[in-house]
C-alpha cells in the first residue's frame, strides 16, 4: 500500500481530487491521510492528543510526503511537480552536503520542516520570474516577501555559497527579483508596485518597503518596535511600518487572545505617525472589534492621517530624491546635539513634526532639542534645548498615549477638507489645501 502523508494545509477532499489525477499519471497512491493538528481544524478537540500520536507515527515512518511511481519512490522535486501539475527545476531548493534539497524548521518552534527556494539558481529564477508576472498581470501590485530568514548555516546554495555566507543575502535577493519582475509589469500600466519585505541586507534600502516582522500587541514592547524602525532608518531604509494592533498577543495561559483595547490603541495610534501602517494580526484588528471607544478614536486618528498625506508626501519625495528617511532618530536631524544622541523613544517624522510615544509609562521626561515646539493639540508652545514633563492617562479616562510637537518656523500641508475618507489620487490642486503653520509671530 502507498500512503501519502500530509498535513493540514489542504482538506482531504482537495486531495483525493489529486489522487486521481496523479493517478492517471502512472502513479499508484491507494490512500491517502491528512493530519490535523490545530484545534480549530478538529471536529473533536478532546481528540487531538490521540491525533497528534497518530500523525507522529506516520511522519516517524514516512520521512516525508514522498510519492511513488513504477514502484519507486519519486524525489522531493518530482512530487512536488505532480502534486502542483508544475515543471519547477530539479535544482530549484537550496541544498544539503548530500545534494538533496535541505529541510529545516522555518522558525524555531515550527512542527514541519521546509525546504527553500534557491534565489541564485538562474533555472530556477526564470522559472520563477513568470509565475510571479503571472499573477502582477491580473491586477496584483503589492507582494509580501514573509520569512526567509531560518537557513541553516551547512546548506549549499547553486553559486557554492555556504548557507553562513548567504543567509543574509539571501533576503535580499529573495525581495529584489520580485520587486524587480513586478516593476517590469506595473512600469507597463503606468503603476508604483510596492514589497512587503520582513528582512533584509545590503541594498534592501532600495526596494520599498519594510516592516517589522511578527510583533506584540503589549504595549510594553511597542518602545523594541519603535527602536528597530528607527535602526532601519540609520541603515537607510525610509518606507517602513509595522502590523497596528500588534501581530500577535499571548493570553496568560499562552492561548492567542486579542489584545485589550489600551494596548490596541496604543499600538494603533504610533503606527499611524509611520512612514506606512497596515493593521494585521492573528486575531481581528478592525477597530469596530474593540468597541465604541476604540472605533471612534481609531476613525479620528486615521482621518488626520489622510488630511496628513500632502506632507507624508512631500517627505517621502524628500526621501526619494536625498536618502534621508521618512523617520528620523533625533541624533540624525540634530547630530551636533550630545543630548539628542541619547534619545531613542522619540523621533522625527519628516523635517517638521517630533512625535513621542507614551508606550506603558505613566509619566516621563521628553527632550525638546533648539528651537521652540508646539502641542498641534493643545497648542502650548515649549523651548527647546530642555526637558518637559509628560502625563499619561489611559484612553478609557479620555487620555492618549502620544504628542506630536511641530517645529517652530514650519508649514505643514494637509487637506482642507475635514473628513477624508479616501486619499485621491489626482494632483491636487492648491485649493484643495490648507497649512497647519508655527511661525515665531503666531505666538508673540
Known amino acids: 500500500m502507498k500512503v501519502l502523508v500530509i498535513s493540514d494545509i489542504h482538506g482531504s477532499s482537495y486531495y483525493a481530487k489529486k489522487i486521481k489525477e496523479i493517478n492517471k499519471k502512472g502513479c499508484t497512491i491507494s490512500k491517502i491521510i491528512t493530519i490535523y493538528t490545530r484545534k480549530r481544524t478538529l471536529t473533536k478537540p478532546d481528540r487531538i492528543d490521540e491525533v497528534q500520536q497518530v500523525r507522529k507515527e506516520l511522519v516517524d515512518k514516512f520521512t516525508f510526503s514522498g510519492l511513488y511511481k513504477d514502484n519507486q519512490k519519486l524525489t522531493f522535486n518530482e512530487s512536488i511537480n505532480l502534486l502542483k501539475g508544475d ?126 516582522g ?106 526619494h530624491q536625498s536618502g534621508i528617511p521618512m523617520i528620523r532618530p533625533l541624533v540624525m536631524e540634530y547630530p551636533k546635539d550630545p543630548i539628542a544622541k541619547t534619545q531613542n523613544l522619540s523621533y522625527m517624522l519628516g523635517d517638521a513634526l517630533l512625535i513621542s510615544p507614551g508606550f506603558d509609562r505613566d509619566e516621563y521626561e521628553l527632550y525638546l532639542p533648539e528651537g521652540r515646539w508646539q502641542d498641534i493639540e493643545s497648542k502650548e508652545v515649549y523651548e527647546g534645548m530642555t526637558f518637559v514633563h509628560i502625563e499619561n492617562k489611559a484612553f478609557a479616562d479620555g487620555g492618549t498615549s502620544l504628542r506630536v510637537f511641530q517645529k517652530e518656523g514650519t508649514s505643514i500641508p494637509l487637506f482642507a477638507q475635514k473628513e477624508v475618507l479616501h486619499v485621491p489620487a489626482q494632483l491636487w490642486k492648491q485649493e484643495d489645501l490648507e497649512f497647519m503653520t508655527f511661525q515665531k509671530k503666531d505666538v508673540d
Open 214 to 319: 511578527d510583533s506584540s500587541s503589549d504595549k510594553a514592547s511597542h518602545s523594541a518596535i519603535l527602536q528597530a524602525g528607527l535602526g532601519m532608518a540609520m541603515s537607510g531604509v525610509s518606507f517602513w511600518g509595522y502590523d497596528l494592533g500588534g501581530f500577535y498577543n499571548t493570553g496568560y495561559i499562552g492561548n492567542e487572545e486579542r489584545p485589550n483595547v489600551e494596548d490596541y490603541l496604543s499600538s494603533v495610534q504610533m503606527g499611524l505617525w509611520m512612514p506606512l501602517s497596515r493593521a494585521h494580526g492573528k486575531t481581528p484588528r478592525e477597530p469596530w472589534q474593540y468597541g465604541d471607544m476604540a472605533l471612534k478614536e481609531v476613525k479620528k486618528w486615521i482621518n488626520f492621517r489622510h488630511r496628513l498625506v500632502p506632507y507624508l508626501y512631500h517627505t517621502a519625495c524628500q526621501s
Open 87 to 212: 515543471t519547477l527545476p530539479v535544482s530549484s531548493f537550496i541544498k544539503n552536503k548530500e545534494g538533496h534539497p535541505a529541510m529545516f524548521k522555518a522558525t524555531a518552534d515550527s512542527e514541519f520542516l521546509c525546504a527553500c527556494f534557491d534565489f541564485t539558481n538562474p533555472e530556477f529564477l526564470a522559472w520563477y520570474e513568470e509565475r510571479v508576472k503571472k499573477i502582477v498581470r491580473m491586477g496584483v501590485s503589492v507582494i509580501k516577501t514573509d520569512f526567509s530568514e531560518a537557513v541553516p548555516e551547512d546548506v549549499v546554495f547553486y553559486n557554492g555559497m555556504s548557507g553562513r555566507e548567504g543567509h543574509n543575502l539571501l533576503t535580499y535577493l529573495y525581495a529584489k527579483n520580485i520587486y524587480t519582475w513586478m516593476k517590469e509589469i506595473c512600469d507597463e500600466r503606468g503603476e508604483l508596485p510596492m514589497l512587503w519585505g520582513r528582512s533584509g541586507y545590503v541594498g534592501s534600502h532600495t526596494i520599498p518597503a519594510a516592516w517589522a
